[in-house]
């Protein structure tokens, strides 16, 4: 399955580690923010610019559409610090808003839907953060209904570059967005 990436964007940060990109893909990506604008939960995105961008990373409020009618959009970035009951207890994190729309003529299991995150100039690996609040679907998503959760990734509080990748399922390629937190 390909997605169909055009972002609208001024600038992109381009993270070299081609093991984690999705090649030969075409498609489109609409973008609410630059990917290397900062997003806090007091500011809105600014207005973008459109460039085409080859490495296929869309901004972390952007959204992913998939020629199947499927599409991912994030937004609402939140810094916070899971509790002490939480896996991983007591970690800084950026706390953010999925949503997933089956536009597709089949059922989706939510159970194959994957958030993976990296965080950084070295790209280390952000844990996923379970703590009350945050959830990820596990049920399915019937064609034409949509989906959101709040869940969140590890990101200490000296950092601010952040890569979230996100798996709708197993037939889909993974989309990728990337930008800057404060």
């Known amino acids: 399955m390909h997605r169909h990436v055009r972002i609208y964007a001024a600038t992109c940060t381009a993270l070299v580690l081609a093991t984690l990109t999705a090649c030969g893909a075409t498609g489109k990506a609409t973008a609410e923010a630059k990917p290397n604008e900062t997003i ?17 990373t869309a901004p972390l409020t952007g959204t992913v559409d998939y020629d199947d009618g499927v599409s991912v959009h994030l937004e609402n970035f939140v810094r916070g610090v899971s509790s002490a009951v939480a896996s991983p207890e007591n970690t800084p994190y950026i706390k953010f808003t999925l949503k997933l729309h089956n536009g597709s003529k089949s059922t989706m299991d939510l159970n194959e839907l994957s958030v993976q995150c990296m965080y950084g100039d070295e790209g280390r690996q952000g844990d996923q953060i379970f703590d009350e609040g ?32 996100v798996t709708p399922n197993a037939e889909t390629e993974t989309a990728i967005f990337a930008g800057d937190v404060k």
């Open 134 to 165: 945050l959830d990820m679907p596990t049920t399915h998503l019937r064609p034409g209904r949509a989906v959101s959760a709040t869940t969140a990734c590890e990101l200490p509080k000296g950092e601010h570059y952040l890569q979230i990748e």
């Open 40 to 56: 806090s939960a007091a500011t809105e995105p600014a207005e973008a610019t459109e460039t085409a961008i080859e490495d296929e």
